[in-house]
């Protein structure tokens, strides 16, 4: 089959591997249908994962249908038409009984950054995938969901609605700053609403991200390169500051941002991956009573999410603005990887 396999920092290429095999019984194999990349997939590239080895094949993003299916997998038969989760899971384990599939103590790890959770399994930017805990890893499609949806829910979407409107504790009224519109930040903006926000802020530096962002369900859009941005997100809540700031970036100026717009008492979920280490004014966030949170997705709301997609109440398909086959998987990495002059969101690969 052919694959998009890593070859060390800046290298890459779609090439010819073996077909995967069922290795262990509660694996199946899946035919890639639709795919997408993800920012991480950019970070692994640029070399910041170092844990991921040459050879390896990328993405963690899919939608497809069973070819293989394992001796022991009890509710997947072939022919199925999954979604891919970005975190393959046990679902026996002590963590995976809380719904922390991140944290799975079987140790296999998301497909194509498993390099969290110390086993590396090849991605779904490929023709054919092996999926580990078949069961526990993998949604079947309802009718009527189209793969372009769907396929948002392998990470985005439960990343955005977990990471950002739940561990930041959103209520109804709430007023909430998402800092970042990128996919992620787009998807706590759609899921905000799941939980009644009144106002959703988005901040981001591009307009044009600000624009989608009301598209996605934000009421403003703010740009954090104007020098007066956290007065004006301020002014919007008549000084108070928000209750909930969401950080969708993964630096430390978007980090401070949040800490500056929310108000006492409220929260900051941090989603953002931070590879440079973030100060915090601790004294001022005790004296301030504010709450803040972060994690690695665990896709446990997924078959929640899922629902709320197949009644049309969640617009997932939106994500994707730009469409390639799978033999023009490098162009596809072009388009995404100057998202700011192609203006692509998520780019499905199908
Ligand atoms: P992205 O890079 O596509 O989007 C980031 C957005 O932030 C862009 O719209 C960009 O214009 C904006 N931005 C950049 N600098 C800014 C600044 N100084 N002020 C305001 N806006 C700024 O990223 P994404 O794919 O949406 O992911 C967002 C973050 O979430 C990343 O750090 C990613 O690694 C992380 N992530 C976390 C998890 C998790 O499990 N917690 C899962 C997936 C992704
Ligand atoms: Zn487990």
Same mark, same amino acid.
Request: net charge negative.
């Given at each position: ?45 640029? %070399? &910041? @994962?170092? *844990? +991921? ?5 990328? !993405?963690?993003?899919?939608?497809? #249908?069973?070819?293989?299916? =394992? ?101 109804? %009224? &709430? @007023?909430? *700053? +998402? ?5 992620? !930040?787009?998807?706590?903006?759609? #899921?905000?609403?799941?939980? =009644? ?154």
């Amino acid at each position: 089959m052919k694959a998009l396999v890593y070859h060390g920092p800046g290298n890459k290429a779609w090439e010819d591997v073996p077909d995967p095999t069922i290795i262990d019984p509660t694996d199946v194999v899946v035919k890639v249908e639709t795919t997408t990349i993800c920012g991480t997939d950019l970070h692994i590239l640029k %070399g &910041d @994962v170092p *844990a +991921v080895t040459d050879g390896r094949i990328l !993405g963690h993003e899919g939608v497809g #249908t069973i070819t293989e299916v =394992g001796a022991a997998v009890t509710t997947l038969k072939v022919g199925d038409r999954v979604i891919i989760s970005c975190i393959s899971a046990c679902g026996s384990c002590s963590y995976c009984h809380q719904g922390l599939y991140a944290h799975c103590l079987a140790d296999e790890g998301a497909s194509g950054i498993g390099w969290i959770f110390g086993h590396l399994i090849d991605g779904t930017q490929a023709e054919y995938v092996r999926v580990p805990f078949a069961d526990n890893s993998l949604y079947k499609v309802p009718e009527g969901v189209s793969d372009d949806a769907a396929v948002m829910l392998s990470d985005i979407l439960p990343t955005g609605f977990e990471i950002g409107v739940r561990y930041g504790k959103v209520e109804p %009224g &709430d @007023v909430v *700053a +998402v800092v970042g519109a990128g996919p992620v !930040g787009l998807a706590a903006i759609m #899921t905000a609403g799941l939980y =009644g926000a009144a106002r959703v802020i988005a901040i981001d530096l591009d307009d044009n991200r600000l624009e989608m962002a009301k598209a996605f369900g934000a009421t403003d859009g703010v740009n954090s390169g104007s020098p007066d941005f956290v007065e004006t997100v301020k002014a919007m809540t008549d000084g108070l500051g928000v209750d909930v700031a969401i950080e969708a970036v993964g630096i430390p100026a978007t980090f401070d941002t949040c800490l500056k717009l929310v108000r006492p008492g409220g929260s900051v979920a941090n989603v953002g991956v931070h590879g440079k280490a973030v100060e915090l004014p601790l004294q001022d966030l005790w004296i301030q009573d504010i709450a803040i949170t972060m994690g690695l997705v665990s896709t446990s709301t997924t078959s929640m999410l899922l629902k709320l997609v197949a009644q049309k109440k969640l617009p997932a398909e939106k994500f994707a603005t730009h469409r390639f086959t799978f033999d023009q998987m490098l162009e596809a990495y072009d388009t995404f990887g100057r998202a700011a002059e192609t203006k692509a969101l998520k780019v499905v690969i199908s």
